[in-house]
């Protein structure tokens, strides 16, 4: 069974997405906490794993978790952001609904994954209500963006984890490691039948305790330095949240291409 991962910071008070697994997967989760967190949270859930230090940050949360459940573990395992909302897509009378996901309908989820790992996806996540529905993304999508979560094969990561810098871009670290696999010839897929619904961005707790706008806009100047040839950084006003009236750096970044620059290496590599 795939492990889920749910890093918190600050929210044991209010634990989404622990709360919207069904109990059936409860024990195969485990909440991943700083230290000085890690006796409260025990309270609060028995699977816990504590980090290396305090104030370490997302980007070395992530490369902790992924060493221990691809290197240490071998397992295929799925990180989650604590504040999740599972969601079903469905196209009703040629009109698309949303409703919450059932406890079968998560054990499909989980089990069609599993399906996907074992036909060799090494990476790919849940797809968001940010996102409008779209039969061209139905009932999933390739080599296209994961954020909030992201499930990886353990045993096939543990081959390559020390290729990828997981910590080169802090703030934007979805997106960098995303490209990093995508450039490397690994495809990823993205559900949007089934799709997460997030808290607000910067809700308290969590990454909102040091991020700000200006932590924001220094990663994506990072990534597009990083990766030049498929982001294109653009600036609006940010309308609602702590950010209103600021101006946000956002990317569009050409996923796609990333991947197919891959075979163009590949080629040029046997040539």
């Known amino acids: 069974m795939i492990d889920i991962v749910i890093p918190t910071l600050n929210r044991l008070d209010k634990q989404i997405t622990l709360s919207n697994i069904p109990d059936t997967y409860r024990m195969s989760t485990t909440l991943v906490v700083q230290p000085h967190e890690a006796e409260e949270t025990k309270k609060v859930h028995d699977k816990v794993w504590v980090l290396s230090g305090d104030n370490i940050g997302m980007s070395n949360t992530i490369k902790e978790i992924t ?5 240490n573990r071998g397992s295929k395992f799925w990180i989650m952001d604590d504040d999740l909302t599972f969601m079903y897509n469905d196209l009703e009378n040629e009109k698309w609904k949303k409703h919450k996901l059932e406890s079968k309908e998560f054990s499909l989820m989980i089990g069609e994954t599993e399906e996907w790992i074992a036909d060799g996806i090494l990476h790919g996540g849940i797809g968001t209500t940010w996102e409008p529905p779209s039969p061209a993304k139905y009932p999933y999508n390739t080599n296209c963006r994961i954020m909030t979560n992201k499930f990886y094969n ?12 997981w910590t080169g871009c802090c703030g ?52 597009k330095n990083k990766y030049n040839d498929y982001v294109l950084l653009r600036e609006k006003v940010q309308q609602t949240g702590p950010w209103k009236g600021q101006v946000k750096l956002a990317a569009t970044i050409s996923w796609k291409r990333a991947y197919e620059s891959s075979k163009l290496s590949t080629l040029s590599d046997f040539i």
């Not at 060493?67 to 290197?71: A, V």
């Not at 995303?178 to 993205?190: D, P």
């Open 154 to 165: 353990g045993l096939v990561l543990a081959e390559h984890w020390n290729d990828i810098d």
């Open 172 to 223: 934007a670290e979805d997106f960098y490691v995303n490209l990093q696999l995508l450039t490397k010839g690994f495809e990823n897929r993205v559900w949007f039948k089934y799709v997460v619904s997030p808290a607000d961005t910067n809700a308290p707790g969590g990454c909102s305790t040091y991020r700000d706008i200006e932590y924001h806009n220094t990663a994506m100047k990072n990534l």
């Open 67 to 71: 060493y221990e459940w691809s290197i």
